[in-house]
T-cell receptor
């Protein structure tokens, strides 16, 4: 039984570039949430999508955007990358909007140089 | 706004010692509380959760936590730790708008054999 799949695992980008991160939820799960985990800190909420609609947005600039597709997979886009965007980006998948049975992926490690 | 405070940044114990990790939260309404663990190189995993009912919650791998509403606390305990418990532990809360989890900064637990 496949868990939450995130791609790519690692990537390196240059300041000013744009990046797209992908998340495939567990089969049957309709909610995908995105978190940013900076080294030494707990994950910070970026977005939640449920049934293909944005249900919540964290305190992140407009350079961050996301969407959810009809098959419930999701993409997180970050434009005009800054050094401070270097972090582990986590995706969480759940059947409903809450976190009672949420599962996290292994994350995408983004390094901005 | 909801917030979570974890008292200890790094805890070092010997095997068989007892563990208690502190967690306090700030939120004015009904909360759902979680403890997650992140083993080195692995994804976030749910240890236990509290939604309602018995304030003493038992989770996986012998962990338990007690919800004390009057103290806004949800401390994690284990009577006897093992070397394999070495990991980072995160306390998290979701409130009425349950689309997001708010995490604490995490506690790194090192268990020496």
């Amino acid at each position: 039984d496949a868990g939450v799949t995130q791609s790519p695992t690692h990537l390196i980008k240059t300041r000013g570039q744009q990046v797209t991160l992908r998340c495939s939820p567990i089969s049957g799960h309709k909610s995908v949430s995105w978190y940013q985990q900076v080294l030494g800190q707990g994950p910070q909420f970026i977005f939640q999508y449920y049934e293909k609609e944005e249900r919540g947005r964290g305190n992140f600039p407009d350079r961050f955007s996301a969407r959810q597709f009809p098959n419930y997979s999701s993409e997180l886009n970050v434009n005009a990358l800054l050094l401070g965007d270097s972090a582990l980006y986590l995706c969480a998948s759940s059947f409903s909007q809450g976190y009672a049975e949420a599962f996290f992926g292994q994350g995408t490690r983004l390094t901005v140089v | 706004a909801q917030s979570v405070s974890q008292h200890n940044h790094h805890v070092i114990l010997s095997e068989a010692a007892s563990l208690e990790l502190g967690c306090n939260y700030s939120y004015g309404g009904t909360v759902n509380l979680f403890w997650y663990v992140q083993y080195p190189g692995q994804h976030l995993q749910l240890l236990l959760k509290y939604f309602s009912g018995d304030p003493l919650v038992k989770g996986i791998k012998g962990f338990e936590a007690e919800f004390i509403k009057s103290k806004f606390s949800f401390n994690l305990r284990k009577p006897s730790v093992q070397w394999s418990d070495t990991a980072e532990y995160f306390c998290a809360v979701s409130g009425g708008s349950n689309y997001k989890l708010t995490f604490g900064k995490g506690t790194l637990l090192t268990v020496n054999p």
